[in-house]
């Protein structure tokens, strides 16, 4: 018989129901093994769960632990002189055209040993980990060849197998075209993107796809056909679009029935509506937008109306968004594109899983999984106002404390 646990005097931020935040005031969760038997008002607690020994957590607020569904926290190097080359008045694109930005990042990546991969991945996993992350999505793109791909995607999966945290690994090829392949993108689509893809999934390192589709990546055709592979292959797919310009990628996202299209600073009404018919998440990424000072604000409102469901992410990274805080970017979210704190724990809880295709984790509800966070504060819009601050008082992984 599963163990259960009976936590007692917490006031719940279910993510679930009417009120906003689903907030339950003097409530009571019940977990059974690694998933939530019973959640709601204690006085309602059900009698066959009475006899446990309770945990009185005198007041605190319990949240769904939090999901950060768009990293790359799996790299080598960093780019701090490129941080000072832009604070010079270098563009993004001017840094990458210089040969910095993501190529630089790969030749780092390419000489790292997968052991070394996953050793500095871990320094960020940890400070994730301790803010109340339980679930992290990983993508590849630093390898951009077959052997250096598969590397990032085994030294993600292995993050799972050294921290209590849920890993997705997405396998983003589709990233950048190497300096062995420029001015050759298709070739580099069908000589390594695609059968890349194919070995990573015959070896079971891939549960979605990535592509970058911007100027300075891929073309939305040339998206298309990696996304065609991934169809075939029965993975879901994902797209970084709109970041630094509108090429159609969330169209092409929405077109595809994307899981999500992240970034999408210069997405527009119609982007919106086509994502709200596919059910793609928006990924909002105020990490990028901070560090590259971009003034192009993703069209939030837009997202409102047509409903489309938001998610909040880290997007870390070496170059663009060196982020390992969840609840920064959340503050970042409300403080730069005016989310609400309730639309900012949502990014990060219900809608992040929804991002990652889950549909197990994001609430605080009977059959989903026993992840939760449990914070030193009384209002769940703390999370997103303080700023540099974390509260988290202890963390539950899989039913255990």
């Known amino acids: 018989m599963a163990k259960k646990m009976l936590l007692i005097n917490a006031t719940l931020a279910t993510m679930d ?4 935040y689903g907030l339950v005031r003097h409530g009571a969760i019940v977990m059974e093994g690694n998933q939530i038997a019973w959640a709601g008002p204690s006085s309602d607690l059900p009698a066959d769960f009475r006899t446990q020994e309770p945990v009185d957590l005198e007041g605190r607020l319990v949240t769904p632990a939090l999901i950060d569904c768009h990293t790359h926290v799996v790299h080598g190097g960093n780019r701090a002189k490129e941080f000072e080359m832009r604070l010079e008045g270098a563009s993004y694109e001017e840094v990458a055209r210089a040969g910095g930005g993501i190529v630089s990042t790969v030749s780092a990546t390419r000489t790292a040993s997968e052991a070394n991969l996953l050793a500095g991945a871990l320094n960020r996993v940890d400070a994730m980990i301790a803010e109340g992350v339980s679930t992290i999505e990983i993508k590849s793109g630093y390898g951009l060849d077959i052997e250096n791909e598969l590397k990032m995607l085994r030294a993600a999966r292995a993050v799972a ?30 000589d390594v993107c695609i059968p890349g893809l194919v070995a990573a999934h015959a070896e079971g390192l891939v549960d979605a796809v990535d592509g970058f589709c ?26 970084h679009a709109e970041q630094l310009s509108n090429l159609g990628g969330a169209k092409l996202a929405a077109d595809y029935g994307a899981l999500s299209a992240d970034h999408l600073e210069y997405a527009n009404e119609q982007d919106a509506q086509a994502m709200a018919e596919a059910g793609t998440v928006a990924v909002i ?42 609840l920064l970017a959340m503050n970042m979210a409300c403080t730069l594109f005016r989310m609400t704190p309730e639309e900012a724990l949502a990014g990060v809880t219900r809608n992040a899983a929804r991002a990652l295709g ?17 914070w030193d504060i009384e209002h769940p819009a703390e999370l997103a106002y303080r700023i540099g601050f974390n509260p988290l008082w202890k963390r539950i992984f899989g039913g255990k404390l």
């Not at 889950?358 to 449990?374: E, H, Q, S, V």
């Open 161 to 190: 197998t050294k921290r209590p945290v849920r890993v997705k690994t997405s396998y983003l090829g589709a990233h950048a075209v190497p300096p062995e392949y420029k001015g050759r993108a298709d070739a580099y689509i069908d």
């Open 285 to 326: 990424l105020p990490g990028a937008f901070y560090t590259l000072r971009e003034t192009a604000a993703p069209p939030i409102d837009a997202f409102r109306e047509n409903g489309v469901a938001m998610a909040v992410a880290t997007d870390c990274n070496p170059g663009s968004s060196p982020m390992s805080s969840l």
């Open 214 to 239: 911007e100027g300075i990546a891929f073309s939305p055709e040339q998206i298309a056909r990696v996304f065609d592979k991934a169809k075939a292959l029965g993975i879901p797919v994902k797209l």
């Open 358 to 374: 889950l549909n197990d984790a994001g609430m605080i509800k009977p059959g989903l999984r026993a992840d939760l966070a449990i």
């Open 17 to 20: 129901g009417p009120s906003a």
